[in-house]
């Protein structure tokens, strides 16, 4: 790569701000898994049936009789009568066929450890670990609740669930303890699988304390197991009803368990995820759909081929790191990386010295870290061989054209394709994105819905908006790794998803359109631009975070009235959360309250979602009705012209908060 020199940067700049449309690179389009765009023409005839392409990359127990199953609509269901396994699907159909000794799992820890699971080795600590779960009684249907950074040991874990038809829950292991009790209590969960501590620049944190806690908050009774990452760094106490996971494993080693049959429709797991109540949502994904469409779209969209090393840098925490860490990779049969820490540890190179020892070929990132690393410069990139790279792909938010461009061509030597993926923790996986080997990219579109998907923008009539024109993200048809419900909450599910755009009252399919709550524009050829949520919920470097819950975490600090939670734009994190407060009379507002705010929010939900300011004010601004006018305290925060303030029943109160800004209190 060409020296980082300002020349040479000026010259970038000027080539690339000006192109706008960037063609797939020939080598790869050579060799891409879809190289032909007739797909999009095929897909569009042969709908529903087309799905049938993702349920060939699974293998049946049960061939299902009926690719989807409409009839009760929005409770749509896809490869009904079918049944399959995703753990054999995951491992014994590829310790069978002849790929035993391929890495499915290539571990590096922060601080250098290496851990290599070939195909072989992950089936024994699966099946041994599947027998141990067992061993506490665990049995299909009961839900696993899995609060663990990342180690090899989540994936084990979640595989074995999936192995014995018992649904997994993964918490983030950056939320709190408190977060982790509200999500045990919502599913009920009984078993808990969790660590004594990780690394976080070169820190051993104590994991095993704050899970403790948070079983505290739990109102049943837990089995828990615990793994032991740190060895004698950290010495913790198993307790009551904790068992060790290494002895657990032991005492199984060599033992197969039958993976369990699993109705296509049986739930694989739960995973929780904010919305507009404080309430988080538990987002029910099923094993036949789910499974089938994450494989299908890591083959097409990320061009995995078996052989690959591919690299996902998100967290297992989040549904990025289930589909396309775990469950769409391994079901393909590939060698999928996995990092423990953070990327500027020790330096601003770890993971471009990564992508050069593990000779990466797909690296899946989000705009986030794109940013930082645009930050840091491109010294770090420059000092590894990144040759072995030969698609990149971002998810999780927007990402800007500049951050696009660099990405383009500092990591990808202008010869990878970028996949800039929309989709959710809902859709289970890649719903808008170019296909990599088919499609023109622009910068900061991720571009059109892929084959069989139904995305539209809309206005707020629900008819679609002229070419150019902003409006609401739709989905008009169902596809088969969509979301099922919510957990035990059907009602809720339509009301999130549903309603909006729906004739709820109606059998018929054609009158059930999903709204995902983002606003989006389309453009002549039909390339979608995802401009973010438009429910009250914020982005905060790709994670979504609920204000309410923000402000219900505010609200529970002594000394606070009432509080209001907005986004506003940040350089690297896309979004950061700022908090207006109102104090109760006899508090004093300050830097000793300020702290106690930030606390409470980090025990509450965790630090990412720790406000950048916190601005104590007499009022918030609200309409006649009394509704908070988040949309004032956003032009507040990010410096903008306020605008029209007439509506408001009290417009002094911006001028006054704006003082409290200017005076940094
Ligand atoms: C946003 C992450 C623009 C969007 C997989 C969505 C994006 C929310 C993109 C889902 C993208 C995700 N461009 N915005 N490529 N990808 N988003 O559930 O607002 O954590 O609704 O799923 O992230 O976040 P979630």
Known sequence: MADDTDDDAVELE???????????????????????????????EDWPDCWEDAAALVDWDEPYDTVLDDSNPPFFEWFTGGSLNASYNCLDRHVE?????????????????????????????????????????????DVVTLYMPMIPELPIAMLACARIGAPHSVVFAGFSANALATRMNAADSEYLVTCDGYYRR??????????????????HDVETVVVDRLGDELTHFLGDHAHDYGELVDRHEGTHVEPVSRDAEDMLFLMYTSGTTGEPKGVKHTTGGYLSYAAWTTQNVLDVKPEDTYWCAADIGWITGHSYIVYGPLALGTTTVMYEGTPDYPERDRLWELVEKYRVDQLYTAPTAIRSFMKWGTEYPNRHDLSSLRLLGTVGEPINPRAWKWYYKHIGNEDCPVVDTWWQTETG??????????????????????????????????????????????????????????????????????????????????????????????????????LGRVD?????????????????????????????????????????????????????????LRERIIQGVEDAIGPIARPESVVFTPELPKTRSGKIMRRLLVDVANGDDLGDTSTLRNPDVVEDIQAAVDAGD
């Open 536 to 592: 009250d919920v914020i982005n905060v470097s790709g994670h979504r975070l609920g204000t309410m819950e923000i402000e219900s975490a505010i609200v529970g600090v002594e000394g606070v009235a009432e509080a209001a939670v907005v986004g506003a734009d940040h350089d690297v994190k896309g979004e950061a959360v700022h908090a207006y407060v109102i104090t109760e009379d006899d508090a004093t507002p300050g830097d000793a």
């Open 429 to 530: 996986g890649m719903m808008i994105t170019t296909l990599p080997g088919v499609g023109d990219m622009k910068p900061g579109s991720a571009g059109p819905p892929l084959p069989g998907i139904g995305a539209e923008v809309v206005d707020v009539a629900g008819d679609p908006v002229d070419e150019g024109n902003a409006g609401y993200l739709t989905v008009n048809k169902p596809w088969p790794g969509m979301l099922r419900t919510l957990y035990k909450n059907d009602e809720r599910f339509i009301d999130e998803y549903w309603r909006e755009y729906s004739d709820v009252d109606s059998d018929d399919p054609d009158d059930w359109t999903y709204f995902p709550e983002d606003g989006a524009k389309i453009d002549d050829d039909g390339y979608i631009t995802v």
């Open 97 to 141: 066929n002849g790929a035993k000794n391929r890495a499915a799992i290539q571990w590096e820890g922060e601080l250098g450890e290496e851990r290599t699971y070939t195909y072989q080795d992950l089936y024994r600590e699966v099946n041994a670990f599947a027998a141990g779960l067992r061993d506490l009684g665990v049995e299909a249907d």
């Open 202 to 219: 070169g820190d051993a944190l104590n994991h095993k304390g704050k899970a403790d806690e948070g079983l505290r908050g739990v109102d």
């Open 14 to 44: 000027a080539r690339l701000a000006a192109q706008d449309t960037f063609e797939p690179p020939e080598s790869f389009v050579e060799q891409a898994n879809v190289a032909d765009d007739g797909i999009y023409d095929e897909f569009a």
